[in-house]
């Protein structure tokens, strides 16, 4: 570890785990200072089943009277973390898919001022990925372009891997209050982090499954994601290009559709003429209609390039320096 007097705190929501917990907490090396259970309503008792069997001191088990899901669990472990005044907040699942042997790699970029917010990524070693299912594998490779979109973190892949850390200022800026409780909880971090400027690095993880089961039903969660990615896009670029900023790509993105539309209303009209006068279009008509669909075109990919560009490279938490973690609202 880089920094040994950083202060480390892993927090494992937890629902429906008891199998597999006991070894991911297990599994939990000397550089974390507290481990943070968040029984989330489990119907089997996990964090009963951690308080019998777990002897390490590091390990607090928080609980929820009703379930709130994984985004809720992990929030309610930020907020203990951050009460007791760590420096980095890493979330780690129950269920085993996660390797806790991989948390120095994943907090390093934090404590060396290289990033503000690191996940895993299970898509850098194309062997590793052969046990993922087919389902998940087409599934995150959507979801992950659909995420940059939303995001503006063009750089980044598997948006809903959820070993994840962040450094406890940043944390402690989110709106607690306004981020997704549900599957979707990962993406909405990276939606807000975006309008922070915060700095988001991936670390190779391997993809790993076993016995567990997951509770993310893809006919139920894709409409949900459909509609509050379309949703985070739209807030991104009124905040990022129109609100807080105005610049030649803020131009290109008012510009560009509006071409675009002018070429199909001039390309619809005139084919109709010559369907109707039962002649083909002149090469005059033709070029009417295909030079501001060209430009609308040409417009849209100089806004995306500049987008592409635009994703932050300065790390918060060095403006942050001094500063402490507060513990956000409730």
Known sequence: MPERSARVAVVVPAYRVKAHVGAVLAAIGPEVDAIYVVDDACPEGSGDAV????????????????????????LTGYRQALADGCDVIVKLDGDGQMDPTLVPELVRPILEDEADYVKGNRFFDLEGLRPMPTVRLIGNALLSFVTKLST???????????????????????PFAKLSRGYFFESDVLFRLGTLRAVVRDVPMPARYGSEESGLAPARVVPEFLRKH?????????????????????????????FLLLGAVVGAVGWLRSLAAGELATSGTVMLAALPILVGVQLLLAFFGYDIQNVPREPLRRRLAGRPGRRPAP
């Open 152 to 174: 503006g973190y063009w750089d980044l892949f598997d948006p809903t891997n959820g070993f994840t850390a962040i450094d406890a200022r940043v944390a402690a800026m989110l």
């Open 230 to 258: 379309a949703t985070n896009t739209a807030k991104r670029i009124f905040y990022g290009y129109f609100l807080r900023n105005f610049s030649i790509a803020s131009l290109e993105l008012l510009l560009g559709p509006l």
């Open 51 to 74: 308080e019998a069997s777990v002897t390490d001191p590091r390990v607090h088990v928080l609980r929820h009277e009703r379930n709130q899901g994984v985004g809720g669990a992990t």
